[in-house]
Nanobody
Framework: VQLQAFGGGTVQSGGSLRLSCDAD???????MGWYRQTAEKQREFVAS???????EYGEAVTGRFTISRDGPKNTAYLQMNSLKPDDTGVYYC?????????????WGQGTLVTVSS
């Protein structure tokens, strides 16, 4: 199973972007989520969504970002509103994929988000 992230770009402060993460194949995916890597911080949790609908958000994005998921398509979306320069970074999607023996984390390539002030 491969994950592909799309939707990064450059936006002004206060603007919005929507990221997509596609998982190919027919894998059973328990959780899909987003992390980001900034110049100053280690990889930081952004948001996740369990297939049962439960969501979690990092403190820095709560109230501004929304994660959703299209289950049949194994696609996750991250709607990012009210973007700030601190949101600048490389965003990675991650999925917990059933291997037949247990769930394993799979990472996609990153997509760069740049928020200008």
């Amino acid at each position: 199973v491969q994950l592909q992230a799309f939707g990064g770009g450059t936006v002004q402060s206060g603007g919005s972007l929507r990221l997509s993460c596609d998982a190919d194949g027919n894998a059973s995916i328990r959780v899909m989520g987003w992390y980001r890597q900034t110049a100053e911080k280690q990889r930081e949790f952004v948001a996740s969504r369990h297939r049962n609908g439960d969501t979690e958000y990092g403190e820095a994005v709560t109230g501004r970002f929304t994660i959703s998921r299209d289950g049949p398509k194994n696609t996750a979306y991250l709607q990012m509103n009210s973007l700030k320069p601190d949101d600048t970074g490389v965003y990675y999607c991650k999925a917990e994929i059933w291997t037949g023996f247990g769930y394993k984390d799979k990472w996609g390539q990153g997509t760069l988000v740049t928020v200008s002030s």
